[in-house]
């Protein structure tokens, strides 16, 4: 299996109740064990990140 790349885009901004960074999606402790993580686990990551980044988006609004 291939190891899946970051999800950074380089905005790093932690906000909200969750902590969630505003670029990625990931909280701080998601960011700091990224390259440990196994590559199912990453994609695993991955897929809930799109429904964080969503979710983000309608909070906003």
Same mark, same amino acid.
């Given at each position: 299996?291939? #190891?899946?790349?970051s999800p950074?885009?380089?905005i790093c901004e932690f906000v909200g109740p969750n902590g969630w960074c505003t670029g990625c999606g990931r #909280?701080? !402790? !998601?960011? +700091? +064990?990224?390259k440990k993580l196994k590559p199912y686990s990453k994609n695993l990551?991955?897929?809930?990140l799109k429904k964080r980044m969503s979710q983000m988006k309608v909070d906003k609004k």
């Open positions: 299996m291939k #190891t899946p790349k950074c885009i380089d #909280t701080r !402790e !998601e960011c +700091q +064990q990224w990551l991955q897929n809930s």
